[in-house]
């Protein structure tokens, strides 16, 4: 019980750092309502509200993994899913099986 409730402190911090790290990067493009991470599953979900959107859009990231090259950590987004379409279709074809930096505060919860 007590590695369960661990994980979803650790899980809830990790959703709020990557929730302000996407809206200070991403601004431009709307903003992030909430963040969820499943560690146990490498997934997380992200509802955002983005500009010209009347309704937000959920994206999932079906799978991700974590790599280390020394003190450094990097995702890398395996599969996406989205409540649109072509959005899938387009984060699929530009983000999947790309690996990105996972800034030092953020690595440090992991």
């Excluded at 387009?90 to 505060?105: C, E, F, H, Q, S």
Aim: net charge positive.
């Amino acid at each position: 019980m007590l590695k369960g409730l661990a994980r979803g402190v650790k899980d809830g911090a990790l959703a709020l750092s990557l929730k302000a790290f996407v809206n200070d990067k991403l601004s431009a493009y709307g903003e992030i309502v909430d963040v969820t991470i499943d560690t146990a599953v490498n997934r997380l979900t992200a509802r955002a509200m983005l500009k010209g959107e009347r309704d937000p859009v959920t994206v999932t990231v079906e799978r991700y993994e974590i790599e280390s090259e020394g003190e450094e950590r990097f995702i890398k987004l395996k599969t996406f899913t989205s409540s649109r379409s072509w959005l899938t279709q387009l984060l699929n074809k530009l983000l999947a099986d790309k690996r990105y930096k996972i800034p030092t505060a953020v690595s440090k919860l992991l």
